[in-house]
């Protein structure tokens, strides 16, 4: 008698708190549904900006990488892979090739080390400390053609102020950018003035290195030159292989030099592979020519960052 009663009783309860999570459970869902609706309206400008103007594009290069087409007739004409052919045969493409990693072979690792070297010397306790930083930084934002002007005067062979400073110093005047050998190295020497984005990313890691580690490796004997190997080196890693990345990235794609200064003189010494994708397609019209230079780029690219991602397993280290 008594257990028929206790499950009399249980029954109603139970039913009423079914009956009770059951409208929450709805608010809930609703809730969902209008967070859901007002993210994809939210986002919806970028959604279809992203379509539009960089998605579309992406596939429509795609399909004119396996084409023949000048802009002038109404249809690409279908070839298959034969202006991918054509591209390895050609000696202006494997020479801007060859150019453009020159470049990044030089300019990355040089970008890296007086980036960090800079925002050490920025990272000290000295007066005028937030002027100096903002001084190193502003270059970095300064527009490509603006730097390109300026370094054109700077390194001018008649008149150019380093050629002036290597007079006084009695060293012979060097061409820079009017001869074949020394127009890579002063490109390099050029993007040495835009450091500014790096340095910011390793003074910011610089000041989330504590302070702990240094106290503690004072402690145990350890000079200067022992901290910056053992504890800087390591705890900047990540850093480092962000402006690793990000600084080949870039220098595969440099462009805006070598077409406001050489245009890709002296015998084709400043070819770089932007350039001459640039050439392909708006000089001479070569449409889907450009478009298959355009994908072997992004496949070098997308090969070396997934290298570097793969690599950096050995020596990027991870505090968490």
């Known amino acids: 008698m008594d257990v028929s009663n206790a499950q009399v009783v249980d029954t109603p309860s139970g039913s009423t708190a079914d009956v009770q999570k059951q409208p929450r459970r709805n608010r809930v869902g609703r809730l969902e549904?209008?967070?859901?609706?007002?993210?994809?309206?939210?986002?919806?400008?970028w959604v279809i900006g992203f379509i539009a103007f960089t998605g579309g594009p992406i596939i429509a290069s795609l399909f004119l990488s396996f084409t023949d087409y000048t802009g002038t007739a109404q249809f690409p004409t279908f070839i298959g892979l034969q202006n991918y052919q054509m591209l390895f045969a050609d000696p202006i493409f494997l020479k801007s090739l060859g150019v453009t990693i020159y470049y990044v072979v030089l300019s990355v690792p040089l970008s890296l080390i007086f980036s960090l070297l800079l925002a050490l010397l920025l990272n000290q306790r000295v007066h005028f400390q937030g002027l100096f930083r903002t001084i190193f930084y502003l270059p970095s934002i300064v527009s490509g053609v603006v730097?390109?002007?300026?370094?054109?005067?700077?390194?001018?062979?008649?008149?150019?102020?380093?050629?002036?400073?290597?007079?006084?110093?009695?060293?012979?005047?060097?061409l820079w950018f009017q001869d074949e050998r020394t127009v890579i190295p002063a490109f390099v020497l050029m993007s040495l003035w835009g450091l500014g984005g790096p340095m910011v990313i390793f003074l910011a890691s610089l000041q989330g290195i504590p302070s702990d580690l240094y106290e503690a490796a004072s402690l145990d004997g350890a000079n200067n030159w022992n901290k910056f190997l053992h504890i800087t080196i390591p705890m900047l890693s990540p850093a480092i292989l962000l402006n690793l990345v990000t600084g080949v990235i870039a220098a595969f794609q440099i462009f805006v030099p070598a077409y406001v200064i050489t245009s890709g003189g002296p015998n084709y010494g400043s070819e770089f592979y932007a350039l001459y994708l640039f050439n392909n397609a708006f000089q001479y019209f070569k449409f889907g020519y450009a478009a298959g230079q355009a994908w072997i780029l992004f496949v070098i690219i997308l090969a070396l960052t997934i290298l570097l991602l793969r690599l950096s397993k050995r020596f990027v280290y991870y505090e968490s």
């Open 147 to 174: 730097i390109a002007l300026l370094w054109e005067w700077i390194l001018n062979p008649d008149f150019g102020l380093l050629n002036f400073a290597l007079h006084f110093l009695h060293i012979p005047a060097v």
């Open 33 to 45: 549904a209008r967070e859901t609706r007002a993210f994809w309206l939210l986002i919806s400008p």
